[in-house]
């Protein structure tokens, strides 16, 4: 959502949508407008993690031709981090 903070004449803050053309929040203090922009952007975090998390479930591909196995994973690892390293995610993870 295209959003602006404006200051209001008494004081306060205002957010106004580009999208609806419309203040979506009023009165608001410096935190309050933190804490809208905070829940915005865990809305929208917590729908690409659920969708992406759908999609994997589904066995889709979300990152398309980028996509990894937990096996490309730990290869990817392995090259670049070395035996060591990969060994010990595999441990970490499967010891579970």
Known sequence: MGRQIIKQPNGK????????DNVVH????PEEI????VEDS??????QVKNTIEK???GGKP????TMSYDDMIQTIKQ????DE????VQTIEKQ
Do not use: M, P, W
């Not at 865990?42 to 729908?47: L, N, Y």
């Not at 990969?86 to 995610?89: H, K, L, Q, T």
């Open 13 to 20: 803050y205002c957010i106004f949508s580009t999208v609806v």
């Open 26 to 29: 009023y009165d608001c203090t």
């Open 34 to 37: 933190i804490e809208a922009f």
């Open 42 to 47: 865990k809305s929208s975090i917590e729908f």
């Open 56 to 58: 994997l479930e589904s």
């Open 63 to 66: 990152y398309h031709q980028f």
């Open 80 to 83: 670049n981090h070395g035996v």
């Open 86 to 89: 990969a060994a010990d995610v």
